[in-house]
């Protein structure tokens, strides 16, 4: 049996239905470990090859006791994934990911932690109690329609381009379909980049894929992205492909973010009104991109100290990062800088990617055992609140 497929049929119901007959069906139960966590696992609401009820499973299958869903833009899975918890004896938290201005403070010039623009930056709402769920994604729905005239304009920007080469795009027709928009998820530059990658073989085929990124988009690969590329029996070719132009072709079509963008004070605002938990995402400086879709750049490390000021006077309330992307030394710098600002710390390995494991290894380290921790206080506390 295909089980990702199983979990991913057309409707929560189906996915839900599917999953309780895999539960009923075992005979043996998975280990479940007392380290790993995980709270920030992107869905097919914003972009992943797992739909809410798969990645629950896939994530007890890795021996996970918690997991956390957080979508781009969209907090529509968050039922179908705590009932996916339910059913699969798994702890969850919700939440949402979004990009903010950073207008107005010290901060609004400068690459963040974002790697395409300038001032804007990610957050997320971590710990949303449940009976608000659905008064944040009302919140978010103009922001995402926002989003799909910008995407739009981008889809036109890679016609633009690339219609000599033998690729045209359709919005409605080419990128609409390989999202969940019509049941409230969002649209991101992934599945214009998913689209353009499904034109790109379709007309290329698999083996004359690393040629036409070559010569004719002119993208410097490296020999890792040239191995992986060039093996015809990569099971993530699809994946590994999206990494390259996610990260090297985006600027070439970018247009800035603006009005999908809610300012930092707008967010900070809804999470008070829901309680939820108001979180900065940070990245750090890149070298080797973990996820494969991050640019190598400089970006919040070189002033540290100024951000998390910024971060007190905007009331964020944690700072949540992937122990797995950046190094020791810079990760015990945000951590002291947490603990003498009173922020909370939350992991989350940004799993949206079947190349990506659902395990951090690093949470087996001394340094990041509150990790876990404050995983089970976030669900406590969100239960509490629910």
């Not at 295909?2 to 309780?20: I, K, P």
């Not at 990645?55 to 705590?82: K, Y």
């Not at 015990?332 to 390995?349: K, P």
Request: contains cysteine; hydrophobic residues 40%.
């Amino acid at each position: 049996m295909d089980v990702l497929r199983f979990l991913n049929a057309t409707t929560a119901g189906e996915r839900l239905s599917n999953l309780q007959t895999l539960i009923d069906a075992e005979t043996e139960k998975p280990p479940v470990s007392d380290v790993f966590v995980n709270n920030h696992i992107h869905t097919t609401y914003s972009f992943s090859p797992y739909s809410p009820t798969a990645a629950v499973w896939f994530a007890r299958m890795a021996t996970l006791p918690a997991a956390g869903i957080i979508d781009h833009d969209s907090i529509a899975g968050a039922r179908e994934f705590i009932r996916a918890g339910e059913i699969a004896g798994v702890a969850t938290t919700v939440g949402i990911e979004c990009r903010v201005s950073m207008r107005g403070t010290p901060l609004e010039d400068r690459y963040i932690n974002n790697t395409d623009q300038k001032g804007i930056a990610y957050m997320v709402l971590h710990g949303v109690p449940h009976g608000e769920i659905e008064r944040v994604q009302a919140h978010f729905a103009p922001y995402r329609a926002h989003r799909n005239d910008r995407n739009r304009r981008m889809v036109r920007n890679i016609n633009a381009l690339l219609e000599d080469a033998g690729i045209r795009l359709d919005f409605e027709r080419d990128v609409l379909p390989l999202s969940q928009y019509a049941d409230g998820g969002s649209v991101t530059e992934r599945h214009l980049i998913c689209a353009l990658c499904r034109a790109i073989v379709d007309m290329c085929g698999r083996a004359g894929t690393v040629r036409f990124l070559e010569d004719t988009l002119s993208l410097p690969l490296s020999d890792k992205q040239r191995a992986q590329l060039g093996d015809a029996d990569n099971p993530y070719f699809d994946y590994d492909l999206l990494g390259v132009l996610k990260s090297a072709f985006v600027s070439r079509i970018y247009v800035p973010a603006t009005d999908e963008c809610m300012h930092a004070r707008e967010l900070a605002a809804l999470a008070k009104e829901t309680g939820a938990l108001l979180c900065y995402a940070y990245l750090g400086d890149v070298t080797d991109s973990v996820t494969g879709d991050k640019r190598s750049g400089k970006f919040e490390d070189g002033y540290l100290d100024e951000l998390f000021e910024t971060l007190r006077a905007l009331e964020v309330d944690a700072v949540t990062y992937m122990p797995s992307r950046n190094t020791l030394a810079q990760l015990r710098r945000v951590q002291a800088l947490c603990d003498a600002g009173g922020f909370l710390q939350i992991s989350g390995e940004d799993v949206n990617s079947p190349r990506q494991s659902f395990v951090c290894e690093q949470l087996r380290l001394p340094e990041f055992r509150r990790l876990t921790d404050a995983t089970w206080a976030l669900i406590e506390r969100e239960r509490s609140m629910s």
